[in-house]
């Protein structure tokens, strides 16, 4: 009978062990891939055991450095190919982000920004969706992912 304590107390110390081992993972700030976006002053991606946390993005083609034309859907898609690109890079897909949030000038552009979302995150993941009144680059639309690794 006093070997069930002695058990019970022996697996409290592995895991906190194990538990005390994992918070010592490392986290790794990645620089973007975008040569143009190298010296941004914010990483491109955080990576830590788990998971790949991705700066948000807006519908900017990083080839011309500008603002793509064609209204939100463009913008819309446009986000989703940078976000695309990212996650490739590091050896993921859309299919392992588990969370967006999506942030948009305005409200009203809410429908015609899910007919495109809807169609690359078909995995629906997790998503927060709000508007502000104006986003960095004089974009429409700017999301971030977390990517589970």
Do not use: W
């Not at 991606?45 to 080839?63: C, M, N, S, Y």
């Not at 015609?112 to 502000?132: E, Q």
């Amino acid at each position: 009978m006093k070997k069930i304590p002695f058990l019970i107390f022996c697996l409290a110390v592995i895991t906190c062990i194990q538990g005390c081992n994992n918070s010592n993972s490392e986290i790794i700030f990645h620089k973007s891939h975008e040569p143009n976006r190298a010296n941004a002053p914010f990483s491109d991606a955080v990576e830590t055991e788990d998971f790949l946390f991705l700066t948000g993005q807006i519908g900017k083609d990083h080839r011309k450095g500008e603002l793509v034309t064609g209204g939100i859907e463009a913008e819309t898609k446009q986000v989703i190919e940078n976000i695309e690109g990212v996650l490739r890079h590091h050896g993921l897909s859309l299919d392992n982000v588990v969370k967006c949030t999506v942030i948009l000038k305005d409200i009203e552009d809410f429908t015609a920004f899910n007919s495109v979302y809807t169609t690359y995150f078909t995995k629906k993941p997790a998503r927060t969706t709000y508007a502000a009144s104006g986003l960095a680059g004089g974009a429409n639309i700017e999301i971030d992912v977390i990517a589970a690794k």
